[in-house]
C-alpha cells in the first residue's frame, strides 16, 4: 500500500547538486513525487511504500554529493496526491530565504578529464562546471539559486547545454552556471593597446608572459590575481615595487601535488588541508627558499589550482609555481571588477587575462594550517563563505559587524550564523566601501530589513564599525566587549552555551570594560552567565596610541620604562633610534600616552630588544619575527613572569631579556626563553582559576594565538594538568572571527528592551 511523506532538508543543500541526487535516489528506490528549492532548503514529497521510503530517508544521509551539508532533516507524513513520475520542480518563493549559501567549489576530477580531452566539446573551456563544482557564492545575485539570478543570466543556453541541464542522468542536471564555448563567456588577454580575444591563443600568451618573468592579472573565481614565476627573484622584486608589499609574504600556487612536494614539506594532515573541498593556502613549512616571496619566513603558503582556468595555464607551459596575490595595492582590497581592475592594476601588471562572467562579489583565497589543535583558518574566505560557522539559540535576525582589523560581519537568521569573507582593515576607505557592500549584500540575500536587526559592534567608540552601527535603522543595539567576543567565538562554534570555562584572550588591543586598552585578559564564566575578568597582563603604556603597533621601539618605551636601572637602550647591542627616545618623553609627560594590558605589544618589545627596531611592514610582523627566531632554538629554559594578585607582571621577563642580550647569548636562544616564558606564565593563573572555581575547560582565542610555537608550548602543560584546550577551527582566532562571537554574545544579552547594553 502507497504511503507518502514530506522530507525538509536544511544546510548547503542548494547549488550542490543536491536536487538532481535527489531525482535519481527517487528512482533508484522506486519513488514517486517531487524536489524543488525552497526559502530554507530543499522541499521533498515522496510517495512509495514504507520500506522505499526508509529506505530513501537513510540513503540521502549517507549519500549527499561531496559539496553537500545536511544540518536538518525533518520527515513528516503526507497525503497520498497519486502522482505516477518523480519530478524536480520550480524553485518557490514564499518567506524570507533562510538557506545555506554553498561556497565557490574547486573544479571536480570529472570536468578536470573533460577540460583536457580532446574529443569533449568543453576541452579547453576555461567556464566548465557541473553540479559538483564551480563558481556559487561569487555568481549568486539573490536567492533562491536560480540561473536568473546569477551574473550567468545573460549567457542563454544553446541546445547542447539545455540537454544536460534537462537530463535528470546528467550531472550538469540544474547545474546553473553550465556554458560551454558556443555559448557561454570567453577569456581574452590585454597586453598595452593589444587585446588578443582568441581564448587560446590568450592563455597561451598569458603563460608565455609568465615564462618571460612578466606580471599577469588574472581573473579568477572572486577577484583578481597577480601573478608572476615564483622561482623569478626579478619578478617577485618588481611585483613587491609595484604592489607597495615590501615584506609581507607572497602565496604560492603549486601546479600539482609533484609541484607542492618540492616548494614545502607537508604532512598527511596538511596534505588533507591543502587538497580539501575549500582549497585553502595552506602555511607549511619551507623546503627550499624563493627569493622574495616569503622573506624571514620558515614558511610558506600554498595552495593548488582551482579553477579550470588555472589548470590551463599550467598546461600551456605556465611556470609549475606561480605567485598568486591578491590584485591590489597593499592594504586595499581585491579587485573584482574588470574595468576597476585594469585602472587600478594598470601600474602593476603588465596584462590583463579577463574572463567575461562578471563576479557578484569580491571573495578572497582563504588561508589556513594544521596545528598542534587541529586546522585552524587564518583567513576565511573562498571555500567556506559564507557558510554558516554555529547555530545560535535565537529566532532574532542580529548583524555583528565585527572590529576594524581583519573584519567580517556575521548576519544570523533563523539562528544560523552566516560569516562572511574576510573584508579587511576598515581603515582604509576601499574596505570601508567593501564593508557597507557586504552589509547591503547579506541583508539584501536574506531579506532582512534594518528596522528588525538586533544590531551587535564593538564597543570602542572610535571604530568605524561601531560608528556604522549608529547609521543603521534598528532600534536594537548592542555593544560587545573586543575579548569576550574572541571567547565567545570559540563557544558559539561548539554551541556551548551553558559551558563554564577559563577564557584567555591574547591580542594587541582592544577596548575594555575601564575605559583602557585590554590585550592580555583571562576569563572566567559561560555564555549564559556572562564573563569575569578574573586575570590579565600588568599594565604598561601605548604611547603615541596606534603608531605603537607600528614601531615596535616605541612600544617598547610604554613597557621598558617601568624598569629600573635599564642600560643605554639607543647604544649596542639594541640600537633603539630617536623615535624611542621621543616615546619615553611622552610616556614620562603623560602625553597621548594610553594604559595598555596588550600581550601583542609585550611581543613587539621583546622583538625590539633582540634587534627588530624598523617599522614594521604589516600586522604583526615583529611578533612573527619573533616566533621565527624562537623556532630556530633548542633551549629549553624558561624566563621569569610572575603571576602576582590578578596581574601577569612583565618586569621581571624583560629584564632576563635584557640581562642575556648584554650577555651576548644568542638571539635564538632569548627568544625560545621569552616564548616559553609566556606559556609556563599563562598556566599559573589558569591553575588557580580552575581550582577554585572546578573549571576543566580552557578556551583559547585572539592574535596572539596564531603564535604556533606558543600553541605548541602551551599544549603539553595544559594536557599534564588534565585540562581540556577549545581553539577556534570554524572562524579566525584573530580578530576575522569576532563578529561571530559578538552575534552569540547579542543573542544572550538581548533583552527586548531595546537601545544598547554592554556584553
Not at 507518502?4 to 543536491?18: L, M, N, W
Not at 616571496?293 to 600554498?302: M, R
Request: aromatic share 8%.
Amino acid at each position: 500500500m502507497a504511503t507518502a511523506c514530506s522530507i525538509s532538508v536544511r544546510g548547503v543543500v542548494q547549488g550542490v547538486g543536491f536536487r538532481p541526487f535527489v531525482f535519481r535516489l527517487a528512482q533508484a528506490n522506486a519513488l514517486t513525487g517531487w524536489v524543488l528549492n525552497g526559502d530554507q532548503g530543499v522541499e521533498i514529497h515522496l510517495e512509495g511504500t514504507e520500506e522505499d521510503l526508509a529506505a530513501f530517508v537513510r540513503e540521502v544521509k549517507m549519500k549527499a554529493p561531496v559539496a553537500a551539508y545536511i544540518a536538518e532533516m525533518e520527515v513528516e507524513s503526507a497525503a497520498c496526491e497519486g502522482l505516477r513520475e518523480f519530478s524536480i520542480r520550480e524553485s518557490e518563493r514564499l518567506a524570507q530565504p533562510t538557506v545555506r549559501v554553498s561556497p565557490d567549489l574547486p573544479i571536480c576530477d570529472e570536468c578536470l578529464a573533460e577540460l583536457f580531452d580532446p574529443n569533449d566539446p568543453r576541452c579547453g573551456y576555461p567556464y566548465i562546471n557541473c553540479t559538483n563544482c564551480g563558481p556559487r557564492y561569487s555568481v549568486i545575485l539573490s536567492l533562491p539559486y536560480d540561473r536568473p539570478n546569477t551574473t550567468m543570466r545573460q549567457w542563454p543556453m544553446d541546445r547542447y547545454c539545455s540537454h544536460e541541464y534537462h537530463d535528470p542522468a546528467n550531472r550538469r542536471f540544474h547545474a546553473q552556471p553550465v556554458a560551454c564555448p558556443e555559448c557561454g563567456p570567453k577569456y581574452s588577454l590585454v597586453e598595452g593597446m593589444v587585446s588578443v580575444t582568441d581564448e587560446r591563443k590568450a592563455i597561451d600568451r598569458a603563460a608565455q608572459l609568465l615564462r618571460e618573468g612578466k606580471i599577469v592579472a588574472v581573473k579568477g573565481l572572486g577577484g583578481y590575481h597577480l601573478a608572476c614565476d615564483a622561482r623569478n627573484p626579478s619578478a617577485n622584486a618588481v611585483l613587491r615595487e609595484r604592489k607597495f608589499r615590501k615584506e609581507r609574504p607572497f602565496a604560492v600556487m603549486a601546479r600539482d601535488m609533484e609541484a607542492a612536494h618540492g616548494l614545502a614539506h607537508f604532512s598527511s594532515d596538511a596534505e588533507s588541508l591543502l587538497k580539501s573541498i575549500a582549497r585553502p593556502i595552506v602555511l607549511v613549512p619551507k623546503k627550499s627558499e624563493l627569493d622574495g616571496v616569503a622573506p624571514d619566513n620558515d614558511e610558506l603558503g600554498v595552495m593548488l589550482p582551482y579553477t579550470p582556468l588555472q589548470h590551463l595555464l599550467f598546461a600551456a607551459g605556465a611556470p609549475d609555481a606561480l605567485v598568486m596575490t591578491s590584485a591590489n595595492r597593499s592594504s586595499e582590497p581585491i579587485a573584482y571588477e574588470d574595468q576597476d581592475a585594469l585602472e587600478r592594476l594598470s601600474e602593476i601588471a603588465d596584462a590583463f587575462l579577463i574572463g567575461e562572467r562578471p563576479i557578484a562579489r569580491r571573495v578572497d583565497d582563504s588561508v589556513a594550517r594544521v596545528g598542534v589543535f587541529g586546522p585552524t583558518i587564518l583567513r576565511r574566505a573562498r571555500g567556506y563563505a559564507p557558510g554558516a560557522a554555529a547555530m545560535l539559540p535565537t529566532r532574532k535576525p542580529i548583524l555583528a559587524l565585527g572590529a576594524d582589523l581583519k573584519n567580517s560581519i556575521t548576519l544570523v537568521v533563523n539562528g544560523q550564523a552566516f560569516v562572511s569573507q574576510h573584508i579587511g582593515d576598515l581603515e582604509h576607505y576601499d574596505a570601508y566601501q567593501a564593508f557597507e557592500e557586504t552589509v547591503r549584500d547579506l541583508l539584501s540575500m536574506y531579506e532582512v530589513r534594518q528596522e528588525d536587526l538586533l544590531v551587535a559592534y564593538d564597543c570602542h567608540p572610535q571604530y568605524a564599525s561601531s560608528i556604522y552601527a549608529s547609521t543603521l535603522h534598528s532600534l536594537n543595539k548592542y555593544a560587545v566587549q573586543h575579548h569576550r567576543a574572541h571567547i565567545a567565538s570559540v563557544l558559539a562554534e561548539r554551541g556551548a552555551w551553558d559551558k563554564a570555562v577559563i577564557g584567555v584572550s591574547l591580542d594587541g588591543t582592544g577596548y575594555g570594560d575601564d575605559g583602557t586598552i585590554w590585550g592580555g585578559e583571562i576569563f572566567a564564566g559561560s555564555m549564559q552567565q556572562g564573563f569575569v575578568r578574573a586575570a590579565h597582563l600588568r599594565q604598561g603604556a601605548l604611547a603615541g596610541g596606534d603608531a605603537a603597533a607600528r614601531y615596535p621601539v616605541q612600544a617598547a618605551a610604554g613597557f621598558l620604562s617601568q624598569i629600573d636601572a635599564l642600560p643605554d637602550l639607543t647604544a649596542a647591542p639594541f640600537n633603539f633610534g630617536p623615535r624611542y627616545q621621543g616615546a619615553l618623553q611622552l610616556v614620562h609627560q603623560g602625553v597621548r600616552t594610553f594604559a595598555a594590558t596588550s600581550m601583542g605589544r609585550l611581543f613587539d618589545v621583546a622583538a625590539a630588544l633582540l634587534g627588530f627596531v624598523r617599522e614594521t611592514r604589516f600586522e604583526g610582523q615583529a611578533a612573527m619575527w619573533l616566533e621565527q627566531m624562537a623556532r630556530g632554538a633548542a633551549n629549553l629554559d624558561v624566563y621569569s613572569f610572575p603571576f602576582i594578585g590578578d596581574e601577569l607582571d612583565f618586569r621581571p621577563l624583560l629584564e632576563c631579556v635584557i640581562r642575556d642580550r648584554i650577555r651576548s647569548r644568542p638571539v635564538r636562544e632569548i627568544a625560545r626563553a621569552f616564548q616559553r616564558g609566556i606559556a609556563h606564565s599563562l598556566l599559573t593563573p589558569i591553575h588557580r582559576i580552575a581550582e577554585d572555581r572546578r573549571i576543566q575547560t580552557v578556551v583559547l582565542s585572539g592574535g596572539v594565538f596564531q603564535n604556533e610555537l606558543l600553541l605548541a608550548d602551551l599544549k603539553p602543560l595544559l594536557e599534564e594538568e588534565k585540562l581540556e584546550v577549545w581553539t577556534n577551527h570554524a572562524v579566525p582566532p584573530n580578530d576575522g572571527g569576532i563578529s561571530l562571537g559578538q552575534a552569540a554574545l547579542a543573542a544572550f544579552a538581548h533583552d527586548g528592551a531595546g537601545g544598547t547594553r554592554y556584553a
